[in-house]
T-cell receptor, first 113, second 114 residues
Framework: AQSVTQLGSHVSVSEGALVLLRCNYS??????LFWYVQYPNQGLQLLLK??????LVKGINGFEAEFKKSETSFHLTKPSAHMSDAAEYFC???????????FGTGTRLTIIP | GAGVSQTPSNKVTEKGKYVELRCDPI?????LYWYRQSLGQGPEFLIY????????DSGLPNDRFFAVRPEGSVSTLKIQRTERGDSAVYLC????????????FGEGSRLTVL
């Protein structure tokens, strides 16, 4: 079975500061890993995905994540936070493909002006 | 439409009533998924369709829940004898093909069972 743990249900950063959202996974097989973002009153949107190719994955809006097998982690980062990054972020894992994603509980990111 | 459309956006019902939630996927997407998101939780997988058939319904919590996709496009999630614990946001997503790598989510249907 697959699972993900997102450390920190709420994260606040100042505008312009580094964003780091943590995700650790558990999987019995090589995982596919995803980050989705949910802006207020909108549907979930894919930020980026890891599907066993390059371990450093670049996504939309300047976000990136690095797959670290030794640490079973897939943390999301952005060098400089923008006010528009305020949203809820979900890490998800699957055995392969997108048919049955297992999501974490989410991290709400607040940007302080 | 351009995106995944879900109706109704909000549904309030009484315990024991029957509810239908509708999902209209992106045109041309063959795979359709239902997830449920309870307060403070991430989305939980319910069922997915490849074409008209349910390829995996292992996430449906019990036999009160049923979903159909008769023509391979629009899907309806049906909940019988609703219970207060069914209150959640029901999310629909579609993708171009099975294993395509990205799900496109609708805004969800918020169900409240009184």
């Amino acid at each position: 079975a697959q699972s993900v743990t997102q450390l920190g249900s709420h994260v606040s950063v100042s505008e312009g500061a580094l964003v780091l959202l943590r995700c650790n996974y558990s999987s019995s097989v090589p995982p596919y890993l995803f980050w989705y973002v949910q802006y207020p009153n909108q549907g979930l949107q894919l930020l980026l995905k890891y599907t066993s190719a390059a371990t450093l994955v670049k996504g939309i809006n300047g976000f990136e994540a690095e797959f670290k097998k030794s640490e079973t982690s897939f943390h999301l980062t952005k060098p400089s936070a923008h006010m528009s990054d305020a949203a809820e972020y979900f890490c998800a894992v699957s055995k392969g493909g997108v048919e049955k994603l297992t999501f974490g509980t989410g991290t709400r990111l607040t940007i302080i002006p | 439409g351009a995106g995944v459309s879900q109706t109704p956006s909000n549904k309030v019902t009484e315990k024991g009533k029957y509810v239908e939630l509708r999902c209209d996927p992106i045109s041309g997407h063959t795979a359709l998924y239902w997830y449920r998101q309870s307060l403070g939780q991430g989305p939980e997988f319910l069922i997915y369709f490849q074409g008209t058939g349910a390829a995996d319904d292992s996430g449906l919590p019990n036999d009160r829940f049923f979903a159909v996709r008769p023509e391979g496009s629009v899907s309806t999630l049906k909940i019988q004898r609703t219970e207060r614990g069914d209150s959640a946001v029901y999310l629909c997503a579609s993708s171009f093909a099975q294993g395509a790598g990205e799900l496109f989510f609708g805004e969800g249907s918020r169900l409240t069972v009184l």
